[in-house]
């Protein structure tokens, strides 16, 4: 199930010699409110506030990998734009998953009228990450020095964006 995935991938980030990539330390987010949230914003239309959609890496076993598109901030004025999120296990990473993921949302969102922009935010020393993104078109667009504070380290954190139209 993809709450499990969730806490799954939030416990590897900063442990057992992974990169910090999340600006949490542990992913708790309670399955009634993580089922609620989730089933409400994948009903909505591109055309209203607060929509969300996703991809996912399963097999039999389960899911190992997912991205996000999320409208952040959820404003009328920013349905123009969509964030993106993602994240491999471990144990399924440079196995061009994350590749297939990101043609798939691109190929989606480039589809949509609405959507002109996506946006998405990276710790600066994620550099797998960035190069997932350069290679699908994404420029950097600043970065937030001190954004989070997490296993004891300073975090900034670099946003990207990649134009679709
Ligand atoms: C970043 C991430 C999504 C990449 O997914 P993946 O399935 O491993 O990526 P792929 O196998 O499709 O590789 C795609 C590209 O990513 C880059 N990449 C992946 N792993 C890399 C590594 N260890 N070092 C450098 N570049 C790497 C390369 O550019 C690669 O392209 P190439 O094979 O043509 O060189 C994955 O490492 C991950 O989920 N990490 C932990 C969570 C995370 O950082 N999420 C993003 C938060 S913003």
């Not at 989730?38 to 591109?46: G, I, L, M, Q, T």
């Not at 959609?53 to 959820?74: E, F, M, S």
């Not at 996506?118 to 020393?125: N, S, T, W």
Request: proline share 4%.
């Amino acid at each position: 199930m993809h709450w499990e995935h969730c806490s799954r991938i939030g416990k590897e980030s900063g442990r057992d010699g992974d990169l910090i990539f999340s600006p949490t330390e542990d992913w708790d987010v309670p399955l009634a409110d993580y089922l609620k949230s989730y089933d409400e914003k994948f009903k909505k239309s591109v055309l209203e506030a607060d929509w969300e959609r996703a991809w996912v890496i399963a097999d039999t076993n389960g899911i190992y990998g997912d991205l996000y598109l999320v409208h952040r901030p959820p404003l009328k004025s920013c349905l123009h734009r969509a964030t993106l999120m993602m994240g491999i296990e471990r144990s399924h990473r440079n196995q061009g998953f994350g590749s297939k993921l990101m043609r798939e949302a691109i190929s989606w969102a480039k589809a949509q009228p609405s959507i002109e922009w996506l946006q998405l935010y990276v710790f600066e020393g994620n550099i797998p990450a960035k190069r997932l993104y350069a290679k699908f078109g994404f420029k950097e667009n600043g970065t937030t020095v001190d954004m989070f504070r997490v296993h004891g380290t300073q975090v900034a954190d670099t946003s990207m964006i990649l134009k679709l139209k």
